[in-house]
């Protein structure tokens, strides 16, 4: 076949760098260390002398923003203004407990927290008073709920999942990011909130106290701390910490007490920080370093604003490779590389990138915040703005970022890091033109996890080819026992073998083996053994898997295999959002017609039975990235098999 002999041509081909993947890592300096080091300390600002933003009484900040985006904030709060605090009764909060159903009370939850944001936004848009009443209903409404932690997070309490112990705070992702929400609010409208009553301004610093900061300081058992556990914390880490650390900034008046409070949060940064793999790789995907490796950097201005300067950390190398990862992860337009539940589609801060790659003067970051819709940023699709330090920040930067130039789209990535072992390599820098692939090894105990060492994902002029699904709506299931029973966890539902019936396995030792990587001109490669990410009952010898792209031509996939015994119980699963036409032995055409794509896919042998099933995704979060339905390709050998080499070929159709 044609393509046999263009691949092994390009097999014996020179390569330029070959980088082994297993790293070890050492520790990036301490963040803690260097706050004193600098005597930043001595420069922190009290709560009456920081002022990160304009308050509503600064008329003239407010006036010069944007027309355009002043009629949204107001129309919004108008819309909001007209509507009743919704109820959060305990039969809702039970409903996790009860059912595994988290949704619901999270939608509730998430609406009074918009309704919030967009009524004290529209106050210090207007200035008017017409939003005050509104604003102040929502305050109270908040203060008044037993606990700001989600079902989902309430069972760190000592009574266990259910209904809260309000005797027990329990400082979590949204209990903290409460406590920063109504902190902004408290910063900006105090003294107008205080014409409806002082008692709301008194409320809120009481609540922020008694909830959070007082629990924060005195506790170092919640897990997310890092404190007495192995191993690095994941995004709630930097996540917790920065709405913590932003409402301490604002509210706390207490000025023995408020450089404790930052000291502490940066002993708990240090534990995301210091052993943070020195790529940058962020094993949970680019979803989810919108709340990781974005969430540091959230810390990091907030403590370089508070101490004037003085606390600055944007030369450290660890620094600077968290910023990039989220570049080196790009695909195209709004795409991601699809890791784990990382969503294919993520929700991704555009100003705090284009912040980051200002700070550490890196002009691929910056352009690549005007990938997306440029002011979106600012909203979720229905809930009205979200993070109000992050909506504050985008609005007052908001005509740098419109500024800004196209997406960078790097040509080639290598992140070797043994927990990611992530290569991508597009057609050629600059442009989505082409073909785009990244594949990756790593092990199956990442934060976030699916199953899935050795998947990879294959894009056409910027739209998916060979996809990775990502994850379903959370529910009680997804953390817990049964979590490797959500199919789209599991790695039959990725781009990979089933041997004998045997599925990856879930936990550490279950990991890519003899990993490699390799990019110059003309191809890029990523190498690796699959047979130790199988449990023994696999009877795997060997599956060396290479992901190669050869610019210009086609990605190309080869398996090269030994089993223990011969066995024609192999399957090779592809999935994909294209309708598929088997034309012939050997040939399959991927097709989706509104996206303009039409692909073939060539294997060999040609006398693999293949098998197309479709996937009905009753899932509304899986719907909204990949339509109503998915397709599992299916390949099978005919007959009995201990070694074998598999190839398949992506390239245009035409």
């Given at each position: 076949?044609?393509?046999?002999?263009?691949?092994?041509?390009?097999?014996?081909?020179?390569?330029a760098v070959v980088v082994?993947?297993?790293?070890?890592?050492?520790?990036?300096?301490?963040?803690?260390e260097r706050f004193d080091?600098?005597?930043?300390?001595?420069?922190?600002?009290?709560?009456?002398?920081?002022?990160?933003?304009?308050?509503?009484?600064?008329?003239?900040?407010?006036?010069?923003?944007?027309?355009?985006?002043?009629?949204?904030?107001?129309?919004?709060?108008?819309?909001?203004?007209?509507?009743?605090?919704?109820?959060?009764?305990?039969?809702?909060?039970?409903?996790?407990?009860?059912?595994?159903?988290?949704?619901?009370?999270?939608?509730?939850?998430?609406?009074?927290?918009?309704?919030?944001?967009?009524?004290?936004?529209?106050?210090?848009?207007?200035?008017?008073?017409?939003?005050?009443?509104?604003?102040?209903?929502?305050?109270?409404?908040?203060?008044?709920?037993?606990?700001?932690?989600?079902?989902?997070?309430?069972?760190?309490?000592?009574?266990?999942?259910?209904?809260?112990?309000?005797?027990?705070?329990?400082?979590?992702?949204?209990?903290?990011?409460?406590?920063?929400?109504?902190?902004?609010?408290?910063?900006?409208?105090?003294?107008?909130?205080?014409?409806?009553?002082?008692?709301?301004?008194?409320?809120?610093?009481?609540?922020?106290?008694?909830?959070?900061?007082?629990?924060?300081?005195?506790?170092?058992?919640?897990?997310?701390?890092?404190?007495?556990?192995?191993?690095?914390?994941?995004?709630?880490?930097?996540?917790?910490?920065?709405?913590?650390?932003?409402?301490?900034?604002?509210?706390?008046?207490?000025?023995?007490?408020?450089?404790?409070?930052?000291?502490?949060?940066?002993?708990?940064?240090?534990?995301?920080?210091?052993?943070?793999?020195?790529?940058?790789?962020?094993?949970?995907?680019?979803?989810?370093?919108?709340?990781?490796?974005?969430?540091?950097?959230?810390?990091?201005?907030?403590?370089?604003?508070?101490?004037?300067?003085?606390?600055?950390?944007?030369?450290?190398?660890?620094?600077?490779?968290?910023?990039?990862?989220?570049?080196?992860?790009?695909?195209?337009?709004?795409?991601?590389?699809?890791?784990?539940?990382?969503?294919?589609?993520?929700?991704?801060?555009?100003?705090?990138?284009?912040?980051?790659?200002?700070?550490?003067?890196?002009?691929?970051?910056?352009?690549?915040?005007?990938?997306?819709?440029?002011?979106?940023?600012?909203?979720?699709?229905?809930?009205?703005?979200?993070?109000?330090?992050?909506?504050?920040?985008?609005?007052?930067?908001?005509?740098?970022?419109?500024?800004?130039?196209?997406?960078?789209?790097?040509?080639?990535?290598?992140?070797?890091?043994?927990?990611?072992?992530?290569?991508?390599?597009?057609?050629?820098?600059?442009?989505?033109?082409?073909?785009?692939?990244?594949?990756?090894?790593?092990?199956?105990?990442?934060?976030?996890?699916?199953?899935?060492?050795?998947?990879?994902?294959?894009?056409?002029?910027?739209?998916?080819?060979?996809?990775?699904?990502?994850?379903?709506?959370?529910?009680?299931?997804?953390?817990?026992?049964?979590?490797?029973?959500?199919?789209?966890?599991?790695s039959a539902y990725h781009?990979?073998?089933?041997?004998?019936?045997?599925?990856?396995?879930?936990?550490?030792?279950?990991?890519?083996?003899?990993?490699?990587?390799?990019?110059?001109?003309?191809?890029?490669?990523?190498?690796?053994?699959?047979?130790?990410?199988?449990?023994?009952?696999?009877?795997?010898?060997?599956?060396?898997?290479?992901?190669?792209?050869?610019?210009?031509?086609?990605?190309?996939?080869?398996?090269?295999?030994?089993?223990?015994?011969?066995?024609?119980?192999?399957?090779?699963?592809?999935?994909?959002?294209?309708?598929?036409?088997?034309?012939?032995?050997?040939?399959?055409?991927?097709?989706?017609?509104?996206?303009?794509?039409?692909?073939?896919?060539?294997?060999?042998?040609?006398?693999?039975?293949?098998?197309?099933?479709?996937?009905?995704?009753?899932?509304?979060?899986?719907?909204?990235?990949?339509?109503?339905?998915?397709?599992?390709?299916?390949?099978?050998?005919?007959?009995?098999?201990?070694?074998?080499?598999?190839?398949?070929?992506?390239?245009?159709?035409?």
């Amino acid at each position: 076949m044609h393509f046999r002999k263009h691949f092994l041509r390009y097999w014996f081909a020179a390569i330029a760098v070959v980088v082994v993947a297993r790293t070890t890592c050492a520790e990036n300096a301490s963040l803690a260390e260097r706050f004193d080091d600098r005597n930043a300390g001595s420069a922190l600002l009290s709560a009456a002398d920081w002022r990160p933003f304009p308050t509503a009484g600064e008329r003239p900040s407010w006036e010069a923003l944007p027309d355009d985006v002043k009629r949204r904030i107001v129309a919004l709060a108008e819309e909001v203004a007209e509507r009743a605090v919704p109820a959060l009764p305990a039969t809702l909060y039970l409903e996790y407990r009860r059912v595994g159903d988290r949704e619901r009370y999270q939608n509730v939850w998430m609406e009074r927290r918009a309704m919030l944001n967009a009524l004290a936004l529209a106050e210090c848009v207007e200035a008017g008073g017409r939003f005050l009443d509104p604003l102040a209903n929502v305050a109270w409404a908040i203060c008044e709920e037993s606990s700001w932690t989600w079902p989902a997070h309430i069972g760190r309490q000592k009574a266990g999942v259910g209904l809260p112990d309000t005797s027990e705070p329990v400082v979590a992702l949204f209990s903290a990011e409460t406590a920063a929400s109504l902190a902004w609010v408290v910063y900006l409208l105090e003294d107008r909130l205080d014409e409806v009553s002082p008692q709301i301004g008194r409320r809120i610093r009481r609540e922020i106290d008694q909830r959070i900061l007082t629990p924060y300081l005195q506790r170092d058992d919640f897990d997310w701390m890092g404190f007495g556990r192995s191993g690095r914390p994941n995004n709630w880490n930097p996540w917790i910490n920065s709405n913590v650390l932003a409402a301490a900034l604002l509210v706390e008046r207490d000025e023995a007490r408020r450089p404790a409070i930052v000291r502490k949060a940066l002993r708990c940064l240090d534990r995301f920080f210091m052993p943070y793999p020195p790529d940058g790789s962020c094993d949970e995907g680019p979803s989810y370093w919108g709340h990781a490796g974005a969430s540091l950097f959230d810390n990091l201005e907030l403590l370089h604003s508070a101490t004037q300067g003085k606390f600055d950390v944007y030369d450290d190398p660890a620094v600077r490779a968290i910023g990039r990862y989220i570049y080196l992860t790009h695909v195209a337009d709004n795409a991601f590389v699809c890791v784990g539940d990382c969503d294919a589609i993520p929700s991704l801060p555009r100003d705090l990138i284009y912040r980051y790659g200002r700070r550490i003067d890196d002009a691929n970051m910056q352009s690549l915040a005007a990938a997306g819709r440029v002011g979106d940023e600012l909203w979720s699709e229905a809930r009205g703005p979200w993070s109000m330090m992050r909506t504050l920040y985008a609005l007052f930067n908001l005509s740098n970022l419109r500024e800004a130039k196209a997406a960078p789209l790097v040509r080639d990535a290598w992140l070797g890091h043994e927990d990611m072992q992530l290569m991508a390599a597009r057609d050629k820098a600059g442009s989505a033109e082409g073909l785009y692939v990244a594949a990756w090894g790593g092990h199956n105990a990442q934060s976030h996890n699916h199953n899935d060492v050795g998947n990879y994902i294959v894009y056409h002029d910027g739209r998916p080819v060979i996809i990775d699904v990502g994850r379903p709506t959370y529910t009680r299931q997804t953390f817990s026992r049964d979590r490797y029973k959500i199919w789209a966890m599991q790695s039959a539902y990725h781009n990979l073998p089933t041997v004998n019936g045997q599925m990856q396995q879930p936990g550490r030792q279950y990991a890519a083996a003899e990993v490699t990587s390799a990019a110059d001109d003309s191809a890029a490669e990523l190498k690796l053994n699959l047979a130790s990410a199988y449990p023994a009952s696999a009877g795997i010898a060997s599956w060396v898997r290479t992901v190669r792209l050869v610019r210009g031509h086609s990605v190309q996939v080869t398996d090269e295999f030994a089993l223990v015994e011969p066995s024609s119980d192999i399957v090779e699963h592809l999935i994909t959002a294209c309708d598929v036409e088997n034309l012939a032995a050997g040939r399959l055409r991927l097709v989706q017609q509104e996206a303009g794509t039409d692909v073939l896919v060539r294997y060999d042998p040609p006398e693999l039975d293949v098998d197309v099933e479709t996937i009905e995704l009753d899932d509304a979060k899986l719907a909204g990235i990949w339509g109503q339905r998915l397709r599992r390709i299916s390949l099978r050998p005919r007959r009995p098999l201990q070694r074998a080499t598999w190839r398949f070929e992506i390239s245009a159709a035409n």
